[in-house]
């Protein structure tokens, strides 16, 4: 991908204009005293703070920029967009150097309608905003409609930068809709042609769910939505010698996909009704390997060797061992999971070099979708895992980590249908043929099976399965079962069997029986690279 491309480097995609809006309230920066009480009391409450549990004592201003002015009158409401970071007490940060920074939305209007009251932040007392209502905008549609107009024509209005797709036009008058369920970040449907996300926590970098559907749109491949429009702005690099600034970005809009289902809803209506999900899990494994294969051709590659490898397996025993620390009932099987990742270093050591490439970083089952128009399955989501530092998002890592994301998905499907006794050892089944069928697919595909990087894969699947057994004991204990179920498997896997699913994988890829919508809060996010 040549370096001018502008679809593979937002910063380049449109030329931006500035647009004058004079300030209403005085310089937008005097407002974050009087919103600091406001925001220490709300911010926590939000699904997106990554900061629980660590007291808030005051926040600094990155940037506050007026997208709407705020009328001292208040008769119509104002917009006003902050990035700000959030200082905390507390053990120190998993991630040194990774700021807490927050994007921020807020309407301002002298009084709430009565449908929006669900929606107060709070009323300043002193400061520009004084006597004011300070409230969450995307929630309003008029104001969610002036950020899909700010997108429809691109250019500049203060620190945010706006750019839209070349030959791309954004039609006007379309009524916002908020998704309900959030999540890391806050997403609105516009009629039923366009979705915005907007990046709630936000780190210097590109973010991969701008800059991998850009690269894909590119390459030509059709298996995951192109970006249309978004906005960003830039931060000062803090390390000495860096680069002058850094994008920020802060929302992506896309084309919405509409009567889709997201793979993970579907996979449990099969099992609801004891249907057959293997053709589908099949042609989910061929759009995989096509988002790879894409992937692959459009950004850099490299080949772990044996130093990446040693750091590889050696991050994957540092998890183990701190989840067995945290949670009793992984202590018994620590020394034989321990072992999937010894395999894994010993044949680093003895040579062997595995390619690494970007991914999705965070696949499972309900970051696709397949389209109601003509049943194609797309991958969604791109943005890897959201506590993690973009930096570490953007690293070149095997695909196989994908696809043992996948195959636990298909695991954790199968058992969270919560099946009645005499239908359980079908739901297994149902798990292990799909597995089988995924990997089918993706080897039709790329012709590349990962059956036959069993040590590769056992390490993979292991370090997620240890990742969703800490994920459940801190935030589900009743659903601990759920992985608990396939660190027994894995740890029981004897050494040298064909197949991410031991015995039963190897009889599912030599075509014997096996014997045997948002997932966002069913399945635990991907554990770090």
């Known amino acids: ?31 974050l005293p009087s919103l600091v ?23 600094s201003l990155v940037s506050a920029t007026e997208l709407l002015p705020c009328t001292a009158s208040g008769a119509t409401p104002g917009l006003l967009h902050l990035l700000v970071q959030a200082q905390q007490t507390g053990p120190p940060r998993a991630q040194p150097g990774e700021s807490d920074c927050y994007q921020l939305l807020l309407g301002i209007r002298s009084a709430l309608p009565s449908q929006l009251a669900h929606t107060l932040i709070g009323r300043p007392t002193g400061g520009p905003l004084h006597g004011r209502t300070v409230y969450e905008a995307l929630q309003d549609p008029r104001l969610a409609g002036l950020l899909l107009e700010r997108l429809r024509v691109p250019g500049r209005l203060g620190a945010l930068r706006f750019t839209r797709a070349p030959s791309t036009a954004i039609p006007s008058g379309l009524t916002p809709r908020p998704i309900a369920v959030e999540q890391s970040n806050s997403s609105v449907v516009y009629g039923d042609a366009y979705i915005l996300k907007v990046f709630r926590r936000v780190g210097a970098g590109i973010n991969p769910d701008l800059e991998l559907p850009l690269a894909l749109a590119e390459a030509g491949c059709r298996r995951v939505p192109h970006p249309t429009a978004w906005f960003e702005t830039t931060a000062e690099s803090a390390q000495p010698g860096g680069p002058a600034a850094e994008p ?30 293997t053709s589908a899990a099949r042609a989910l494994g061929r759009a ?35 989840a067995a620390a945290a949670v009793p009932a992984l202590r018994p099987y620590r020394d034989r999971l321990r072992a999937a990742f010894h ?71 199968a058992r969270t249908h919560h099946p009645a006794p005499d239908t ?28 036959d990087e069993p ?24 659903w601990l079962p759920v992985p608990m179920a396939a660190i027994q498997r894995l740890a029981g896997m ?33 554990p770090p690279a």
């Open 248 to 277: 920020l970005t802060l929302g992506v809009l896309q084309p919405f996909l509409p009567g889709s289902a997201d793979g993970w809803q579907l996979a449990l209506n099969s099992l609801s009704v004891r249907a057959d999900f």
């Open 37 to 59: 009480p406001l925001l220490r009391e709300w911010l926590p409450r939000q699904r997106w703070f990554a900061g629980k549990g660590r007291p808030i004592t005051g926040f």
């Open 494 to 526: 004897p050494d040298g069997l064909r197949g991410p699913a031991g015995s039963a994988g190897r009889r599912a890829a030599e075509g014997r029986p096996a014997g045997g919508r948002r997932p966002a809060p069913d399945m635990p996010p991907a």
């Open 424 to 451: 359980s050892a079908w739901a297994q089944e149902w798990a292990l043929q799909n597995r089988a069928a995924y990997c089918d697919g993706y080897a039709a595909a790329s012709g590349v099976d990962p059956r």
């Open 455 to 478: 040590e590769l894969m056992r390490a993979y699947e292991t370090d997620k399965a240890v990742y969703e057994v800490l994920y459940e004991a801190r935030h589900r204990p009743d």
């Open 1 to 31: 991908m040549s370096e001018g491309s502008t679809r593979a480097n937002p910063t380049r995609a449109a030329t931006a204009t500035p647009v004058p809006v004079a300030p209403a309230i005085g310089p937008p920066r005097a407002v």
């Open 343 to 413: 395999d894994l270093a010993a044949l680093g050591r003895r040579g062997r070099t595995w390619p690494a490439q970007r991914i999705h970083g965070d696949l499972h089952l309900g970051q696709t979708l397949r389209t109601a128009q003509d049943g194609r399955w797309a991958l969604i989501d791109f943005e890897g895992e959201p506590a993690r530092p973009i930096a570490e998002r953007r690293r070149l890592q095997p695909v196989a980590r994908d696809i043992a994301g996948m195959l636990r998905s298909f695991d954790y499907a």
């Open 288 to 322: 995989t390997a096509e988002v790879h294969t894409a992937l692959a051709a459009a950004l850099p590659t490299a080949v772990l060797r044996r130093q990446q490898i040693d750091v590889l397996a050696a991050g994957m025993t540092e998890r183990l061992d701190a």
